[in-house]
Every structure is written in C-alpha cells, then in structure tokens.
C-alpha cells in the first residue's frame, strides 16, 4: 500500500520540476486583511500586494518580473505609485514613487508558496478558498480530466459532473459523486494517500474503469495521473473544473459516446502489453465500492 504512494509521490515530483503557479488570490489565513492578487503570462509575473503602512494607511505594492527556476522562483521590488485616478475621477497616469524593497517568493508547489519581505519578515502563502469550501462538497461541480494513454498517444478526456456528496470511506473526508458516470472522488485524509484526491469510475457491471490521483487546486488539478487499472501505469493527467455548482449547467444527462470507449479499450489493451506497474491502491478499490453502494441508496 505505500509502495503505490510512493510511487504516485515520485512522479508528482519529476513532473513538478518545472511548472506554473496557480494565478489568483493568494494570502496567509492567519493574516486577513492583507494578500497578494497574481498574474502569470507566459513566465512574466504581475503581482500585486496590498498591505498597510505602519501608521495605518493602507499601501499597495505592484512587483513585476519573471518566474525562474522552472517557476519556482520570483524576486521583484515592491513599487508604490501616486497621483493616479481615483474611483470617481478622469483618468490621469499615475507616477512610479520609488519602493519599499524586495520582495521574494519560493514556490514550493503550485500551491503553496514562501514569502520574504522588507525587514526579514517571512509569511507562507496559498491561494485562497472563499468560494469553493471543504471537500468533498468543494469538489462538485462539472471537470474535464485529460490525459494521453502511452507515451506520444493519443489524448483522452473524460467529463464528470458531480451533483452529490456520499459517505466518507474509512481513509477520505467524503465522496463528491457523478450519479449518471458511476464516479466519484475523495480528498484522502490518512493512510498512505493521505493528501491526495483520488477518482474511480466504472460501468453498471461493476468494473472499475480508471482511477486518478492528484493534489486538488480549487478549479484544477496539481501533480496528476491516470492510473490503469489493468496495468497500475501511471499516465499524467490535467483536470479542470469548468462548470461550478452555483454556475450555468449545462445538461449532464447523456452518457459518452460508446465509440469513444471502444477506441479507448483499444489504447487500454495495448497498455496492458506494457510492463506492469503497481497495483492500485486498497483506496481505490474501496472508493469504488463506496461509490457504488452510497449511489444505490440514492436511486
């Protein structure tokens, strides 16, 4: 069982090696009040700071600059402007008034982040959650996960739309469940995924299909695979969440094109040629019987 975490924790690492952080609100929870709005475009950071003054006024800050070190780094000054427009007024440019220092952030991962400012204060930041919150119910909504099945191969995309929340399982917080897809995912709390989000999804015979894993990331994911069942390959995986539960619904109701799954029982048959990986994960499976079973209790 902790061979499978290890595993999935090795390739997160080398596929983490370089990346982008996530763009958003970002802050330190114990420090409301004030936080960090951050823009990315290609490898250019705009990011800006607003905070306070010792004195009580409020200041905000734009620092702008590359990412380096695969994105793991940023270092910029804080600019302060004045004489700019103000919320009611004609538009006048506002003029650069020095800065207050250097600010430098290490990205530890994609979502998480270490701050150096002005004076040797130090701050860990993320993005902040004030829409989504806790799983399993931060998790609803609709996602699109891609992922290719052998190296070069082709991209597949699977769509969920989860509606409904379930009994945890013994290692999870509780399942956010796709009824028509027979899905689920859960946020892994202890046991040798624990940090971790992983999926499984199956057909009406009770053939568990795919299983994923990956860091959750609000509105996408972090570090993720798709994992064969047959086989335990590993394949990167992105998802993105592209409907929320509050928004706009697009209708959910038609099952995937069965076209569609009969290629893709193709390209899984010729994984299964390949050198087998790890099993899945106990986790797995149990989520898949818990999916099951919470669902059948909803019909």
């Known amino acids: ?40 475009q290609n490898g250019l950071v705009a990011l800006t700071v607003y905070s306070y003054l010792s004195s009580g006024p409020a200041q905000w800050y734009l620092a702008a600059g590359p990412l380096v ?21 004609i538009y006048r440019a506002p003029s650069l008034a020095g800065n207050d220092g250097t600010i430098a952030i290490t990205f530890i991962s994609e979502t998480l982040a270490s701050v150096s400012l002005p004076g040797g204060r130090t701050t860990v ?20 996960f891609v992922y290719d099945i052998l ?14 929340t379930l009994a945890p399982t013994a290692t999870g917080s509780g399942i956010a469940a796709d009824p028509v897809r027979l899905a689920g ?20 015979a009770g053939n568990l299909q795919n299983g994923y894993a990956f860091r959750y990331g609000l509105d996408e994911t972090y570090g993720g ?33 069965s076209r569609v799954h009969a290629f893709k029982a193709q390209m899984v048959a010729a994984d299964g040629a390949m050198p087998a990986g790890t099993p899945l994960a106990p986790e797995f499976v149990e989520l898949w019987s818990a999916i099951r079973a919470g669902l059948a209790t909803q019909q």
């Open 225 to 257: 695979v798709w994992i064969a069942p047959g086989s335990g390959n590993q394949y990167a995986m992105k998802g993105f969440r592209v409907v929320s539960k509050v928004g706009p619904r697009a209708s959910a109701t038609s099952p995937p094109d």
């Open 185 to 204: 995912c859960e946020l892994q709390v202890s046991g040798s995924l624990a940090g971790q989000v992983i999926c499984a999804d199956g057909d009406s």
């Open 151 to 164: 190296a070069g191969g082709t991209t597949f995309a699977e769509r969920f739309d989860f509606t409904t």
């Open 69 to 89: 070190n695969n994105g793991h780094n940023f270092v910029a000054t804080l600019d302060k402007y004045v004489g700019g427009q103000c919320i009611s007024c």
């Open 125 to 144: 930041i993320q993005p902040f959650d004030f829409g989504y919150g806790p799983l399993p119910a931060g998790l609803l909504g609709e996602w699109i």
């Open 1 to 40: 069982m902790r061979s499978i975490a290890l595993a999935i924790l090795l390739f997160i690492s080398t596929a983490a090696s370089a990346f982008q952080p996530r763009i958003g609100l970002w802050g330190n929870a114990a420090e409301s009040g004030s936080g960090y709005m951050m823009d990315i």
